[in-house]
């Protein structure tokens, strides 16, 4: 086997090859080669997109269970301010305690009311809830509870 009878057969080959029409080997390969490498490209463009796509969600659920963790301690910032107010205190001194302003005491306010919205029409089975005048299984909690008779109220 001689390199001048290979290089002989090879050069047949592609010299068909150009008469049918077609491209030499060597010419073939370079193309699937660029196809091979625009392929794997894509592939990890892809890979790429989908990992930021996945990061994307990630972010956006940490964002909305923020979200909710802030309503609902607003919710009850709202309460314990209702319960200031409840004691005596107007919200202009409620809020001054606090350290608010009067805005934020309105929109700590206006939570409270939304959370006790939301769970009026969000609880399951909600609807067939008897409605009862019984609160002798009510402990308390939440409410303000009155101080006794025995016991005298904070001065202001």
Do not use: C, H, W, Y
């Amino acid at each position: 086997m001689s390199t001048v009878g290979d290089r002989t057969g090879r050069n047949e080959r592609e010299a068909l090859l150009d008469i049918a029409g077609g491209s030499s080997l060597s010419d073939m390969s370079t193309e699937t080669t660029k196809r091979l490498t625009a392929r794997q490209r894509a592939r990890k463009a892809l890979q790429r997109d989908q990992e930021t796509q996945k990061r994307r969600e990630q972010a956006l659920a940490a964002v909305l269970d923020g979200l909710d963790e802030r309503d609902k301690i607003s919710a009850r910032i709202g309460t314990a301010l209702g319960d200031l107010i409840d004691l005596g205190d107007n919200r202009t001194s409620a809020g001054e305690l606090a350290g608010l302003t009067a805005r934020e005491v309105t929109g700590f306010l206006r939570a409270t009311e939304d959370a006790d919205a939301t769970e009026d029409t969000s609880t399951p089975g909600n609807e067939s809830a008897p409605e009862t005048d019984d609160t002798s299984a009510d402990t308390g909690a939440g409410s303000v509870v009155s101080a006794s008779e025995n016991e005298t109220a904070p001065v202001s």
